[in-house]
């Protein structure tokens, strides 16, 4: 059998019909964006500057907080100017108001040079701009403008930000110009706007302090002034399974399912089974393929196993079992014994998985022969009342019916033994509908 390096799932299971019921809407309906959630990492990039807590907005293309070379608002002077951090919360907030936006504040405290505080917001905005006060500077700001979030869970964007000055309040560069102790030094600042300051510009890029007051040169910097890095961590979505018996008279033991990436190398027919395939189809050993499975998913770090519906026991003609996952990978696989047969089994083969909320795909499955049991068709050599009937089967392999091949379709029985047409099937002997449910 054939496997992939990047992950060692065992030869899970069986080629199968295809996807046959598509999702619940059609391929060219509108999917209107949907909620990410995302982690930010702010740093302090300076030398000797704090920084006030930075107001962020994650909104659409058609806002702009502030942009070089237009007079700020309000909100970015008060920010600029005195640190007012409420002030723009509450112009974000309102900007915000009519669309999906979200806007907040993404710390409780001034960050220190060198310092990083961490935030999360979720939104189905794709744009985010964070504005930040450079505190021991007349009205300079860090300033991140309408950037790109990441677009794929996983995703990370790190952006430099650069210092502006706001244009608001001439730079005098002395401390009593500025905020008070203790973050300048020495000498009380006002912490309000002067208006005998007032410079009535635009923003531009600030530079650095030009040594024109009394402030030290410990609050001069070079380059951006903080780093900021997105994450994009969507939580995982949640997958309800049906797994239906629709045969006529067989039953199939509880699914050993896993979800996992698409760099699984499930088997293939014409490939050799597994030991945990095996086990499955000839003697129904669920345990045995559940265990391989997860050690598999646990090298992969991603996925999830195991045995859906299990305490229910061996599904009957007819009827059907229902459980959920929860996992960010994509891809189903799921195994079942048909029980009255030495070695067939109905198998799932890495299949993708609805990507929409409320989408459902339903597959088809056809039984499978694992090639590693004669097929007699005796129930003295299969698995023992009342699954298959009158007489006595061993529930265990027989070496002596050991028959080294390798994966194929199963028909369906050849009426080489005595077990009764009841157990023939025709077609697929087990329907999946996967319904993706968040």
């Known amino acids: ?78 920010v600029a100017e005195n640190g007012g951090v409420p002030v723009l919360a509450g112009e974000l907030e309102a900007a915000l108001a009519s669309s999906s936006g979200v806007s907040g504040v993404g710390a409780d405290a001034p960050i220190a040079p060198g310092e990083t505080v961490t935030w999360e917001f979720t939104t189905i905005e794709s744009q985010l701009s964070v504005v930040s006060m450079i505190i021991c500077t007349n009205d300079g700001f860090a300033g991140l403008d309408s950037k790109n979030l990441p677009g794929r869970d996983g995703r990370s964007r790190t952006f430099y930000l650069k210092g502006y000055d706001a244009g608001t309040e001439l730079n005098t560069e002395n401390r009593i110009d500025i905020v008070p102790a203790p973050f300048c030094g020495e000498g009380e600042g006002s912490g309000e706007s002067n208006p005998e300051l007032a410079e009535n510009g635009v ?83 669920v345990p045995i393929l559940a265990a391989e499975l997860a050690a598999a998913i646990d090298a992969n770090g991603l996925g999830v196993s195991g045995v859906g519906a299990g305490d229910l026991g061996p599904i009957p003609p007819g009827e059907s079992r229902t459980f959920s996952v929860t996992s960010k990978e994509r891809r189903l696989s799921i195994v079942s014994m048909v029980i009255c047969t030495n070695d067939g089994f109905a198998g799932l083969d890495s299949k993708s998985l609805p990507r929409w909320d409320g989408d459902s795909r339903t597959f088809y499955v056809r039984a499978f022969d694992a090639g590693t049991e004669i097929n007699t068709e005796n129930r003295a050599d299969l698995v023992p009342a009342p699954f298959c009937g009158d007489g006595g089967g061993t529930g265990e392999s027989n070496p002596e019916l050991a028959e080294n091949g390798v994966i194929q379709n199963h028909r369906t029985l050849q009426r080489t033994g005595d077990l009764p047409s009841v157990f023939d099937w025709r077609g697929p002997v087990m329907k999946v509908t996967v319904t993706r449910n968040a």
């Open 1 to 78: 059998m054939k496997k992939r390096a990047s992950l060692v799932l065992i030869a899970l299971f069986a080629i199968l019909l295809p996807t046959v019921a598509a999702s619940t809407a059609g391929a060219d309906t509108y999917r209107p964006p949907v909620n990410a959630t995302y982690q930010v990492e702010f740093t302090n990039t300076t030398t000797g500057q704090y920084l006030t807590p930075p107001n962020f907005a994650a909104h659409g293309k058609n806002i702009d907080v502030f942009e070089r070379g237009e007079k700020a608002s309000p909100g970015v002077q008060a």
């Open 203 to 285: 923003i531009t890029r600030h530079r650095t302090l030009r040594g024109v007051g009394d402030l030290p040169d410990s609050f001069d910097w070079s380059g951006p002034v903080a780093k900021l890095s997105v994450t994009r961590v969507d939580p995982a979505p949640t997958y309800t399974i049906n797994v239906e018996n629709i045969t006529g008279g067989q039953y199939l033991t509880p699914p050993n399912f896993a979800v996992h990436n698409r760099s699984a190398d499930v088997f293939q027919r014409g490939q050799e089974a597994s030991p945990g395939v095996q086990a499955v189809a000839e003697n129904g050993g």
